[in-house]
């Protein structure tokens, strides 16, 4: 497994609720917290690893053996209050960075992969993270959520990582938009 990134097809296809967990999804969880600590990330949704089903993972620290390592299964935010603005990153959208407006406080619910429910109000920086993997995971990235100028002064990276994305399709390192998206519908067919 490995971080896919914009503008692979799979970041734009809403994952779908997850019916079972098994063992072999269990490994995927603990693959997608060896991908998050690889690329220094603090949360990594499932499409973000080819596999369309909702559930993401998140460790505020960002750091093996710090913090609290936390799996988020059919996640629902509800409740939004207030707003801030933060600057946010993506392991999908390497080299952009950019200011995003979000409420500040949120509820949400979710299951752990031990079937446990957890729910919470949560603010500041949990809140942000829970709100950027849930986007994810409805196919919606950071950078749909900038305003027009702030949007504007990142197009040149977008433009780059687009033509890197074509480039490996027209080399054969990559395979086409059509094949990538059906071969991530196995999973939904397996877990949901
Ligand atoms: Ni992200």
Same mark, same amino acid.
Request: aromatic share 6%.
């Given at each position: 497994m490995e971080v896919i990134c914009y503008p692979h097809p799979t970041l734009r296809y809403p994952a779908k609720p997850i019916q079972r967990v098994d063992k072999e999804l269990r490994e995927v969880i603990a693959e997608m917290f060896r991908l998050m600590y690889e690329h220094k990330g603090v949360g990594l949704a499932a499409n973000q690893v080819g596999v369309p089903l909702r559930l993401f993972v998140m460790n505020e %620290?960002?750091?093996?053996?710090?913090g609290k390592e936390l799996v988020f299964i059919n996640p629902v935010v509800t409740k939004p209050r207030g707003n801030e603005e933060m600057e946010e990153g993506c392991l999908s959208l390497p080299g952009v960075n950019a200011n995003v407006v979000r409420p500040k406080t949120i509820f949400f619910n979710a299951y752990s992969h031990t079937g446990e429910e957890v729910k919470g109000d949560v603010t500041g920086y949990m809140a942000r993270i829970i709100q950027h993997e849930v986007d994810h995971l409805d196919?919606?990235?950071?950078?749909?959520?900038? %305003?027009p100028s702030v949007r504007n002064s990142i197009d040149s990276d977008m433009y780059t990582l687009e033509l890197d994305h074509q480039s490996k399709q027209k080399t054969g390192l990559l395979k086409s938009d059509e094949e990538l998206l059906n071969e991530s519908k196995v999973w939904q067919e397996k877990y949901c």
């Open positions: %620290s960002g750091k093996l053996g710090q196919g919606v990235l950071f950078v749909d959520r900038l %305003s």
